[in-house]
């Protein structure tokens, strides 16, 4: 069982560590495994970072627009000393003191495993390009980055997804994080009370007449941190809190962020206290619609395959998200990662393998019309 190459290529880019922003290794390990494929690649900088995005192009014989596939080459931590093990029943898992890193080379592997047997058999497929981000953890921070104008490809499949084989995200949201500052006054709230401004009953206040968890349907509110204070006889000057909002209309989104903003702003003004904003757009939302070529092929190759396809919106972004702002439309398919960003993550061979021939089946179809 040790000899099956799935399980050979993912043991040996498992064992590398590659947090987001330090895929060096990883990436090296990478382009040798790509290379002999007759693959053509070339690597950005990404600024802060040990390593770049990684893109490459295969040319093929059957016609139509290449296709894109992506995995990121980035994992969480806990991850330094990682090893896959492969159980009697076809589980991969790590020893339990890290994560296993299936997400994301469980994506990584399927994308090379099909390249290769596609070489060997000489099958004609289609024209591929490939983008193996860095970064993504960081919401999607070294695809945002890319240069697309390389890329020729409308339609894209990312290898990034948890649930069963057959299952697809055709949408995903925006997700927008913010961090709010009430500045008040400092002073001994014993002796002089009346010259203080308590900034920590301005956040209060503000947090305690809006609505948090899904205060409207389809949308989430989080407030997810809150410092402040120095002692408990001072009144504080300073409270911030973290928070982000996150839907699949992007609109909403910023729509309920005039809402909390305005709130803050007025309850703070109530005792005089100062709000300060910083926001950021994280990832924007999607939707690949469904007579879009990528979900045709995606369900002409699940028949195929004899594997159903379910297609639906995901709450979690990927690099999928900055690929659709640059008109590619893509969907991010499920490639056996299970209980990811968790030291219980785990992968299927089975599942690779299912994966890999899906994949196969989608790069030997012709155009979808
Ligand atoms: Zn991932």
Known sequence: MQSNPLFNTFNKLASIYSPSFDERELCDALKALLSPLGVSFEEDTIQGGSCGNLFGRLAGELNGEPILLSSHMDTVEPARGKQAILHEDGRITSDGTTILGADNISGICIILEALRRIREAGTPHRSVELLFPVAEERYG????LFDYSKVKAHTAFVLDLSGEIG??????????????TAAGKASHSGLAPQNGINAITAVASAISKLSWGEPEQGLTANIGLIKGGELGNIIPALCSVTGEIRSLNHNAVLKHWQRVKATFEQEAEKIGATPEFTFKTEITA?????????VKLFKKACEKSGITAGIHPTLGGSDNNNFALHGIEGLVLACSMHEVHSVREYALLQELEQCTELLINILTEEEAK
Request: aromatic residues 12%; without cysteine; hydrophobic residues 45%.
């Open 286 to 294: 999607y939707e690949t619609p469904m007579d879009s070529t990528a």
């Open 141 to 144: 921070a070294g695809s945002a």
């Open 167 to 180: 299952t697809a995200a055709n949408a995903a949201p925006t997700i927008f994080s913010f961090e709010i």
